[in-house]
């Protein structure tokens, strides 16, 4: 089973030490760990409109790109990214915060609409819908006036240890993406996302 030729790895989030620790963020910490894990180091590059690391999974070079815009520009820097390695839509994969997912759970899908992410909607306007996501679950707070002050908060320590523990299961699946496919990594991935 062929696996996926990914060139460049997105994480959605907003900057500055304020937005570190909020669920809007899960993007950011689903980089952050390949880039610990995989030996890169974040540098911010303002022709990308980002920050980026370079890493080698399963011997394949990898570029990790943070978005410095704020989350409703994001498309800027992966259109600016992309466009100067020439890397095409179906070859990047962006993480990103999910509300309509419960907390903790995670799923891996290709191509379709935003959902109502913003940061979503802004990659989709720069380089169109066909591309990987990685949707990191951080729950509903039930009500649709409350979404805004409720993905710039701070989760409950026990609800940002499950989506700590998603971003973990995502960033072990990646590996297998790369190595054996996306069949094969959305059966380990929802498996286990159906346990939580």
Do not use: C
């Not at 409350?146 to 960033?171: F, K, M, N, S």
């Amino acid at each position: 089973m062929a696996g996926l030729p990914l060139r460049i790895i997105v994480g959605l989030g907003n900057p500055g030490p304020e937005h570190l620790v909020t669920r809007h963020n899960a993007g950011f910490w689903f980089v952050d760990l390949l880039a610990r894990r995989h030996g890169g180091e974040f540098r911010d590059y303002r022709k990308y409109s980002g920050e980026t690391a370079k890493v080698t999974i399963s011997g394949q070079e990898i570029i990790l790109l943070k978005p410095t815009t704020y989350m409703n520009r994001s498309g800027l820097a992966v259109r600016q990214l992309s466009d100067f390695f020439k890397i095409a839509p179906e070859d990047i994969l962006v993480a990103y915060d999910e509300l309509d997912l419960p907390v903790g759970s995670v799923r891996l899908k290709y191509a379709g609409g935003h959902g109502g992410h913003n940061g979503m909607r802004d990659v989709i306007a720069h380089i169109g819908e066909n591309f990987w996501r990685v949707r990191l679950g951080i729950g509903h707070p039930g009500n649709k006036a409350e979404v805004i002050d409720y993905v710039l908060t701070r989760a409950p320590r026990a609800e940002e240890d499950l989506i700590l523990d998603a971003v973990g299961t995502a960033a072990d699946s990646v590996p297998l993406l790369l190595e054996q496919g996306a069949e094969r990594a959305m059966t380990r991935l929802h498996s286990r996302a159906g346990k939580t």
